[in-house]
């Protein structure tokens, strides 16, 4: 047994200059094409492969972060034995979130960190803004309309 695992990424969102680095980090994973239908990169299209090294998703957010900055894009890479998977959207202008997840592509947040967060922000003494948790709304706003046009569609 290795820790490998499978690996996935959307692309919502392209300016042109970024095109080769997009492709130069689905080449460098082997990431494949849901549907062989498409010439290029398919904006909404998962991209995946069944084995890549732990590690790999962090290695290609960063490239995709580096060479890619335009990019609108979400992947992840399934946990495998005792390694948590690794999910990381970004959308440009907004922001990114990196953290842990299922194999469904699904963020784990602890409810613990959840309560800790809210105790933070009723506390007037804080250095948070009170607006800390409502900051993530607009992400996840505008994640969730970039994942309505993913291929193929969710069930």
């Not at 680095?21 to 994973?29: P, S, T």
């Not at 299209?45 to 290609?60: F, K, N, W």
């Not at 999910?87 to 699904?106: M, Q």
Request: include cysteine; charged fraction near 15%; aromatic fraction near 10%.
């Amino acid at each position: 047994m290795s820790d490998r695992s499978a690996l996935q990424l959307y692309v919502y969102a392209m300016p042109a200059e970024d095109r080769a680095a997009v492709q130069l980090g689905i080449d460098d994973n082997c990431l494949a094409p849901y549907d062989d239908s498409g010439n290029g990169i398919v904006l909404g299209m998962r991209y995946q492969t069944e084995e890549v090294p732990i590690g790999s998703a962090y290695d290609l957010a960063v490239h995709l972060l580096i060479k890619a900055p335009g990019t609108a894009f979400e992947l992840w890479q399934d946990p495998v034995f005792q390694h948590a998977g690794h999910y990381v959207a970004h959308l440009p202008g907004i922001g990114t979130y990196d953290g842990v997840c299922d194999s469904y592509g699904s963020p784990l947040v602890k409810v613990t960190e959840v309560l800790d967060t809210l105790a933070l922000v009723q506390d007037s003494a804080s250095p948070l803004p009170a607006s800390h948790i409502a900051h993530h709304a607009p992400f996840f706003t505008a994640l969730r309309r970039a994942q309505a046009a993913r291929w193929p569609p969710s069930p």
